[in-house]
C-alpha cells in the first residue's frame, strides 16, 4: 500500500499522459521508494530508480546550482 501511494507522486511511473506533481513531492517520493525498497535487491525497482537520480529536471522553473551528492550506507 504505502508503495502504491509513493508511486502514485511519481509521473514516469504513471501511464497517464500529464500529471501535475510539485517537483517537491516527486523528490520525496523517489527517495520514499528507495527507503522502502532498501536492501531488498529489487531489480526493476533499482534500474527504476537509477534512471530517476540520472534525469534532468524537466520543469523551467528548476534551477539547479549544485549537483546533490546521493550516500548509500551500508545496511
Not at 504513471?14 to 532498501?38: D, F, H, M, R
Amino acid at each position: 500500500q504505502v508503495s502504491k501511494m509513493l508511486c502514485l507522486h511519481i509521473p514516469s511511473l504513471l501511464s497517464l499522459a500529464e500529471v501535475e506533481v510539485s517537483p517537491a513531492a516527486q523528490t520525496a517520493a523517489v527517495v520514499g521508494v528507495g527507503l522502502l525498497y532498501q536492501g531488498t535487491g529489487h531489480r526493476l525497482m533499482t534500474e527504476f530508480l537509477l534512471r530517476e537520480l540520472g534525469k534532468r529536471p524537466v520543469s523551467d522553473r528548476i534551477q539547479v546550482y549544485a549537483c546533490p551528492h546521493i550516500t548509500f550506507l551500508p545496511s
